[in-house]
């Protein structure tokens, strides 16, 4: 079946760091890849997105690019801010003929604390 | 565009009891899904509905947990018999999607419905 693993957390940074979190999947095809996040008290947000392989999402300063050979979606940003400070979620939905199966497979989420 | 909105937003119950909780997802899309988190885990998916039909559940959807979007707007999620274990955060999400129009599968996400059994 469809599986997420996200590098275990949490991550504690310094702002102004480089940030990489880690994502990589297991999927039939050619799945659709996501980062969420969800900031302390509210719900999850779409981060950035890449549906093919070689896309790059890209949203708010953070990157991500989907390498099927290494069946990879890892997350970046050059620098970070308190403000960044979240629970971010790796996911892909798997997709065939041009549509979406629907659900999304999530990995269980990596904690990012940036200290001023 | 107001936005997924799930009611109520927190709920505890005792076990055995029986609750619903109610997803009125943003306006034009026709894709609406339920999933259930866990602290310190992802969410998980429990169902999803196009329009007004049922298109797939999880496992984890025991014969306790019914689904129905009567409609093909608002949904509706009911535990009976609730228990100990059905504590977590309960997600619903939306999406515009159309067959064969490419791939349109960004889910919206409500703030979610906490439920805590005793």
């Known amino acids: 079946g469809n599986s997420v693993t996200q590098m275990e957390g949490p991550v504690t940074l310094s702002e102004e760091a480089f940030l990489t979190i880690n994502c990589t999947y297991t999927?039939?095809?050619?799945?659709?890849l996501f980062w969420y996040v969800q900031y302390p008290g509210e719900g999850l947000q779409l981060l950035l997105k890449?549906?093919?392989?070689?896309d790059k999402g890209s949203n708010k300063g953070f990157e991500a690019t989907y390498r099927k050979e290494t069946t990879s979606f890892h997350l970046e940003k050059g620098s970070v801010q308190v403000s960044d400070s979240a629970v971010y979620f790796c996911?892909?939905?798997?997709?065939?003929?041009?549509?979406?199966?629907?659900?999304?497979?999530f990995g269980q989420g990596t904690i990012l604390t940036v200290h001023p | 565009d107001t936005g997924v909105s799930q009611d109520p937003r927190h709920k505890i119950t005792k076990r055995g009891q029986n609750v619903t909780f109610r997803c009125d997802p943003i306006s034009e899309h026709n894709r609406l899904y339920w999933y259930r988190q866990t602290l310190g885990q992802g969410p998980e998916f429990l169902t999803y509905f196009q329009n007004e039909a049922q298109l797939e559940k999880s496992r984890l959807l025991s014969d306790r947990f019914s689904a129905e979007r009567p409609k093909g707007s608002f949904s509706t999620l009911e535990i009976q018999r609730t228990e100990q274990g059905d504590s977590a955060m309960y997600l619903c999400a939306s999406s515009w999607t159309l067959t064969g129009s490419g791939i349109k599968d960004e889910q919206y996400f409500g703030p979610g419905t906490r439920l805590t059994v005793t």
């Open positions: 996911a892909l939905i798997r997709n065939a003929g041009g549509t979406s199966y629907g659900k999304l497979t």
């Open positions: 999927a039939t095809g050619y799945p659709s």
């Open positions: 890449a549906t093919k392989a070689d």
